[in-house]
């Protein structure tokens, strides 16, 4: 069982994490509370499988448009010929 401070552990906090993965219990203690950095996994399955964007357009199928980056997020944008 490791003990840090609230400072202690914003330093170290990617390593916190890992112990705490790895069944270590991890205590962070502020202003005389003390909680317990615990894992919870998510029942998910790690490859879901099948496409993230599936697309019913002819004209996005056949490459005819793409998206653009911009200041207000994605957005389709016609291909040049």
Do not use: H
Request: hydrophobic share 40%; glycine share 12%; net charge positive.
């Amino acid at each position: 069982m490791k003990g840090f401070k609230v400072a202690e552990a914003r330093a170290q906090f990617g390593d916190l994490l890992d112990q705490a993965e790895q069944g270590e219990p991890v205590f962070i203690e502020r202003k005389g509370v003390r909680f317990l950095l615990s894992v919870e996994r998510s029942e998910l399955p790690a490859d879901r499988g099948g496409p993230f964007f599936t697309a019913v357009d002819p004209d996005v199928l056949g490459g005819n448009w793409t998206w653009a980056s911009g200041r207000k997020g994605l957005a389709f944008k016609a291909r040049r010929r």
